[in-house]
T-cell receptor, first 115, second 114 residues
Framework: KQEVTQIPAALSVPEGENLVLNCSFTDSAIYNLQWFRQDPGKGLTSLLLIQSSQREQTSGRLNASLDKSSGRSTLYIAASQPGDSATYLC??????????????FGQGTILTVHP | EPEVTQTPSHQVTQMGQEVILRCVPISNHLYFYWYRQILGQKVEFLVSFYNNEISEKSEIFDDQFSVERPDGSNFTLKIRSTKLEDSAMYFCAGRRGTAKNIQYFGAGTRLSVL
């Protein structure tokens, strides 16, 4: 059974700080990894998707990396803003075998950026 | 920008009642999913659906659950006889043809079983 773990569980930083969120996974046959943002009581917004053949993806102030050999991914947020406050989830997909691309999620990191 | 639409946003029901949660996926998507998130817990996979049949399901998805795509647009999750522990946020998701593609999620339906 695949497991995804995120640390820290919660993070509070002042505005403007650069920060790193961590995600580790046990699936050695990972196909891709997706980072999501979840605002309280809302759905999941996809931020970045990294294929297993890639090492990183960038979108604006966000940069996600993937190290398949160590089973780790990081989400780097540059120059954080109060509007970045949300829960960040990582999820891995194993599309091999009988899997049809279901996602296995971590428990999330609750990020608070204070002015 | 196209989006996944879920209705209702909140459903309150009595234990033992049947509920149907509805989703309208993005039109060019081919793979569809239901996930749930019990308050304070991880998002969990329930079922995937492709080519008008279930392609994979989790151990949570027992005989009380069923899915349908009756008219080529709506994608529904039915819970036959709800239990208190079915209270959760239910998310519908979809993606295009290959597993390289992003899964897009709806805003969710909050199901409260009393």
């Amino acid at each position: 059974k695949q497991e995804v773990t995120q640390i820290p569980a919660a993070l509070s930083v002042p505005e403007g700080e650069n920060l790193v969120l961590n995600c580790s996974f046990t699936d050695s046959a990972i196909y891709n990894l997706q980072w999501f943002r979840q605002d309280p009581g809302k759905g999941l917004t996809s931020l970045l998707l990294i294929q297993s053949s890639q090492r990183e993806q960038t979108s604006g102030r966000l940069n996600a990396s993937l190290d398949k050999s160590s089973g780790r991914s990081t989400l780097y947020i540059a120059a954080s803003q109060p509007g970045d406050s949300a829960t960040y989830l990582c999820a891995e997909s194993n599309a091999g075998g009988t899997s049809y691309g279901k996602l296995t999620f971590g428990q999330g990191t609750i990020l608070t950026v204070h002015p | 920008e196209p989006e996944v639409t879920q209705t209702p946003s909140h459903q309150v029901t009595q234990m033992g009642q049947e509920v149907i949660l509805r989703c309208v996926p993005i039109s060019n998507h081919l793979y569809f999913y239901w996930y749930r998130q019990i308050l304070g817990q991880k998002v969990e996979f329930l079922v995937s659906f492709y080519n008008n049949e279930i392609s994979e399901k989790s151990e949570i998805f027992d005989d009380q659950f069923s899915v349908e795509r009756p008219d080529g647009s709506n994608f529904t999750l039915k819970i036959r006889s709800t239990k208190l522990e079915d209270s959760a946020m239910y998310f519908c998701a979809g993606r295009r043809g290959t597993a390289k593609n992003i899964q897009y999620f709806g805003a969710g339906t909050r199901l409260s079983v009393l």
